[in-house]
C-alpha cells in the first residue's frame, strides 16, 4: 500500500510541533490526547491496525515519559489490570484467534498505556486541569454538531458522539463543583445546559444512562445530592422543551423496545444470544479474545464470559471494584476544595459511567473509552501525590519532635545550672551520690537528691507547674526575704 507524499509531509509536520511544543508543557502533551479522544475517525488510510488523532498523540506521548524521566505507575489498579490481561492472555493460547492480536492491543493501549501516562507524567495538578477545560470545549462543538445532525460528514456515528458528549457533561459538572469565581459557575453552568441538550438529541440512551450514573457518582463522592437536584430544576424544563421539538420518528425511535419494530433492539438480543452460546462452550477461561471483531458486541459482561470466563468476568469486575474502592479512601483525605480531589471524582464516575454505557452498547470502541481511562490514571497520579504528602509530613513531624527534645534538654541544661550556681553544696554533694545521666546531663531529680526537704519541695512544685513541655524560660526560686531572717533552706 502506497502513501501519498502529502501525508508523509504532514505527519512529519505535525510530529515537530507535538514535540516542540510539549516537551517543555507535558500538559499540552496530556490536554491533546484527553481532548481529541471524542475524535473517532480512523485514519489508518486502509492499514491493517486502525487508529484515531487520539491514539496518535497517545504514542507521541509515550516518549515524552521516558526521556523526562519518570517513574511508570500503575498504583492499586496495577494488579487487577495485568491480572485481567494475564487471564486474556492464557484464553487467547487455549482458543486462538486471528483477531486476538489487535484485541489485546488494544486493551494494553487503553489498560496499560493510558493510564500510566496519565498517573506518571504530571508534575503538579495544574498539569491536568487544561485537559479537562479543553474536553469541555470539544463538547460544545459536538453539541453544535449534533444539533445540525452534521456529525456524519465528519465521520462521526450518533452513540459515539453520545458517548462523547455523556464524558463532557460529567466532567464540566465536576469543574462547576470546583469553580470558586462566580464568573466561571457561570459560564460552566451555561456550557452543561447546552452540553446536555446536544447530548439529548444524539438519542442515544446508552450515553443518557452513563450520563446519569457518572454525575450520581460525582455527588456521592461530593456528597452534593441536593445541588444536584437544584441544577436538575433547571436542565428538566429545557430537556421536555427539546423533547417536544423532537420529529415523532425520533421520539418513537427513543422510547421504543420492542425487537420487532425496532432493528437495533433486536440485533442487541441476538448479541446476546451468541455471547451466551459461546460462554457454555468454557465457562471458566471463555472461547479466547477477539469476539468481539467477530459480532455485534453490546454487552461488556457478556462479551467479557464469551472471551474469557467467570475468571475473566472476575478479574474485569475486579479493576473497577478497585478504582472505586480507591477513590472512595482518597477522597476521605482531601479537602473538598483540594486541587487534587476533581481528579478523584473523575476517576470514579468516568470508569462506571462507561461500563454502564458498555452494558447496553459497544465497549472497546474508540472515543469514551480513552478519556474514561484517562481518568483512572488522573486518579492513580492523586494516589501517588498523596503519598508523597504523608510522607513529607511525617517528615516534618518527626523534625518538630527532634526540635521539641531539644528545646526540653536545653530547658532542663537551664534548670541544672540554675541549681548548680544556687546551691554550689548540691553540685558537690551529687558527685558521690548514684544519679543516672540523661545523655551526659545530670537530671533535676539527682541534684536534688541531697538538697534539704524544702528545697527539694520547692523545686518539684516548680518543675510541676512549668510541665515538662512548656518551653517559657524557667524563673529561679524564690529569694530569702531579709528581714525574715530565714536563708530559705529551713523550713
Given amino acids: 500500500m502506497s502513501i501519498s507524499p502529502f501525508i508523509i509531509l504532514a505527519g512529519l509536520t505535525y510530529v515537530c510541533l507535538f514535540y516542540g511544543l510539549s516537551w517543555r508543557r507535558p500538559w499540552l502533551a496530556l490536554a491533546l490526547v484527553f481532548a481529541t479522544s471524542p475524535l473517532q475517525n480512523d485514519l489508518s488510510s486502509g492499514a491493517a491496525a486502525k487508529f484515531s488523532l487520539t491514539e496518535i498523540n497517545m504514542m507521541l506521548t509515550l516518549p515524552l515519559l521516558l526521556l523526562h524521566g519518570r517513574r511508570w505507575r500503575m498504583g492499586p489498579v496495577g494488579i487487577p489490570i495485568f491480572l485481567y490481561l494475564f487471564v486474556c492472555l492464557v484464553s487467547s493460547l487455549l482458543s486462538p484467534r486471528a483477531t486476538a492480536f489487535s484485541s489485546m492491543l488494544q486493551m494494553v493501549l487503553y489498560l496499560v498505556v493510558i493510564v500510566t501516562v496519565f498517573g506518571s507524567l504530571p508534575r503538579r495538578p495544574r498539569d491536568l486541569m487544561p485537559a479537562l477545560y479543553a474536553l469541555t470545549w470539544v463538547g460544545i462543538l459536538l453539541t453544535f454538531l449534533a444539533l445540525s445532525q452534521s456529525y456524519e460528514r465528519f465521520g462521526l456515528n450518533k ?287 539527682a541534684l536534688m537528691s541531697g538538697a534539704p526537704s524544702s528545697t527539694r519541695l520547692a523545686a518539684d512544685a516548680r518543675i510541676a507547674r512549668n510541665g515538662a513541655g512548656n518551653f517559657g524560660s524557667i524563673q529561679p526560686f524564690p529569694r530569702s526575704n531579709p528581714h525574715s531572717g530565714s536563708t530559705g533552706d529551713t523550713l
Fill in 159 to 445: 452513540n459515539g458522539v453520545g458517548a462523547s458528549l455523556s464524558v463532557c457533561i460529567i466532567v464540566c459538572c465536576e469543574l462547576w463543583f470546583g469553580a470558586r469565581e462566580r464568573r466561571s459557575k457561570i459560564a460552566l453552568s451555561l456550557a452543561f445546559l447546552l452540553i446536555t441538550i446536544g447530548l439529548f438529541s444524539t438519542l442515544s440512551r446508552g450515553a443518557w444512562l452513563g450520563a446519569i450514573i457518572g454525575l450520581f457518582v460525582v455527588c456521592a463522592i461530593r456528597r452534593q445530592f441536593l445541588l444536584l437536584g437544584r441544577a436538575l430544576i433547571f436542565a428538566v424544563p429545557l430537556v421536555i422543551v427539546a423533547w417536544t421539538l423532537l420529529p415523532q420518528k425520533s421520539k418513537s425511535y427513543a422510547t421504543g423496545f420492542d425487537a420487532a419494530k425496532h432493528e437495533n433492539i433486536r440485533l442487541r438480543y441476538e448479541s446476546l444470544d451468541i455471547a451466551n452460546r459461546d460462554f457454555e462452550q468454557n465457562p471458566i477461561l471463555g472461547i479466547g479474545v477477539g469476539l468481539r471483531k467477530e459480532y455485534d458486541a453490546t454487552n461488556v459482561a457478556m462479551l467479557t464470559l464469551a472471551e474469557t470466563g467467570l475468571l475473566g468476568l472476575f478479574t474485569f469486575a475486579l479493576i473497577h471494584g478497585t478504582v472505586l474502592l480507591s477513590a472512595w479512601k482518597m477522597q476521605k483525605r482531601l479537602k473538598r476544595d483540594d486541587p487534587l480531589f476533581p481528579f478523584v471524582a473523575l476517576g470514579a464516575a468516568l470508569i462506571i459511567s462507561r461500563l454502564a454505557h458498555g452494558m447496553v452498547d459497544h465497549y472497546w470502541t474508540r472515543g469514551a473509552i480513552t478519556s474514561a481511562w484517562a481518568a483512572v490514571g488522573m486518579s492513580t497520579y492523586v494516589h501517588f501525590a498523596l503519598r508523597r504528602r504523608t510522607r513529607a509530613e511525617r517528615r516534618t513531624r518527626r523534625a518538630m519532635i527532634e526540635m521539641m527534645q531539644r528545646r526540653e534538654m536545653a530547658q532542663r541544661i537551664r534548670l541544672d545550672s540554675r541549681l548548680d550556681g544556687r546551691y554550689p553544696q548540691m553540685a558537690a554533694f551529687d558527685a558521690g551520690t548514684s544519679g543516672v545521666p540523661i545523655s551526659g546531663i545530670q537530671t533535676p531529680a
